[in-house]
């Protein structure tokens, strides 16, 4: 993923703000981040307003018996975790 050098412009009023806020060294950096955010956000909105689900059985299998009998295993593996015998440091050393 390389990096590319682009032309943009802002009208004075908005660069004197950005400066203000994060100089004028840090202006790359902010309209990247405020890029990146703004690029999330819009994916996000396109998603919201589509009707794919956002979750999948096919990507949660621990779930196939249903979300209690994961609940149900979750606490047994946890039970067996604190029943079994732990080697604690040898005494008389």
Do not use: Y
Request: charged share 35%; net charge positive; glycine share 8%.
């Amino acid at each position: 993923m390389g990096i590319h050098r682009t032309h943009i412009l802002l009208p004075e009023d908005l660069l004197r703000e950005i400066d203000a806020l994060v100089g004028p060294r840090g202006r790359s950096a902010f309209l990247l981040e405020t890029a990146r955010r703004e690029v999330r956000r819009q994916k996000l909105l396109q998603f919201l307003d589509t009707k794919e689900s956002a979750w999948k059985d096919s990507d949660h299998p621990e779930l196939a018996g249903g979300a209690a009998e994961w609940v149900r295993t979750l606490r047994t593996e946890g039970e067996h975790r604190v029943k079994a015998p732990t080697k604690g440091p040898s005494k008389g050393r």
